[in-house]
């Protein structure tokens, strides 16, 4: 319909036809077909109750091309939900945000004249996240868009990993500060980054490092760091780790 009869009626009517037409691929579940009489159908909603919404858009996005065939099965779901969205983005978030609860619950002023070559290198790659996604949206490619922020949420890991503000913190208060700066702006850049494919998830990060709406918008990616200052709610859980997936139907 949409590659024939529409265009057709559009132009019967004097109205320009699509420019381009955009066709997603097919799902297959363990390695094949979906259908009733195999059982194997695979309930949205039971999926969005067992993962969640957030983490379920995710895996659709990133695990296969847009216009490709996919084949998704409740393993490689999980692994997504764990491996990457609780373990590498959710302990990266609770464990800046917690660190910045425990020690004055006020948002670390971000002073950029005296940032070291990691950190330098780490603002740069995040703040520069919509430059580096947009050809990959406009070739309907969500998968490697997301492999973008991917890189710059391990990037952050591997930073704070080799910082290790939680050493610093007797030793060297300020620059134990100038890390969790540099962390929270990271963070900062990534939630705006992961609006359009995780909304809700976004959207709390964002409201957990006092990030008002209006500066929510892509082109904040490059301005607007979280005041220093500024008052940090208590962190939550953003995404907790599942323990065992239910069987879809």
Not at 42 to 51: G, M
Not at 104 to 119: Q, V
Not at 179 to 198: D, G, K, N
């Amino acid at each position: 319909f949409h590659a024939v009869y529409w265009p057709a009626l559009l132009m019967a009517a004097g109205l320009p036809p699509p420019e381009a037409i955009v066709a997603h691929g097919w799902w297959t579940k363990d390695g094949q077909k979906i259908s009733k009489s195999l059982g194997n159908v695979v309930d949205p909603l039971e999926l969005v109750r067992t993962y969640g919404l957030d983490a379920s858009r995710y895996f659709m996005l990133s695990e296969v091309p847009f216009g490709n065939d996919g084949d998704f099965s409740d393993r490689a779901l999980l692994a997504a939900a764990n491996g990457f969205l609780a373990n590498a983005l959710g302990n990266l978030v609770q464990r800046v945000c917690t660190m910045l609860h425990k020690h004055d619950k006020l948002a670390p002023p971000l002073d950029e004249t005296a940032l070291d070559d990691d950190a330098a290198a780490l603002l740069a790659e995040a703040r520069g996240l919509r430059d580096a996604m947009a050809p990959h949206m406009l070739e309907f490619r969500f998968d490697l868009a997301l492999a973008r922020v991917e890189d710059v949420v391990r990037a952050a890991n591997k930073y704070f990993d080799a910082a290790a503000p939680w050493k610093l913190k007797k030793t060297d208060p300020d620059a134990m500060l100038a890390v969790l700066a540099v962390s929270l702006e990271t963070l900062r850049c990534v939630a705006i980054a992961y609006q359009p494919f995780m909304p809700d998830a976004a959207a709390k990060l964002l409201d957990q490092i006092a990030v008002p709406p209006e500066r929510r918008a892509f082109h904040h990616l490059r301005e607007d760091p979280v005041p220093g200052g500024t008052s940090l709610p208590k962190p939550a859980p953003l995404f907790p780790r599942i323990d065992a997936p239910v069987a879809t139907p």
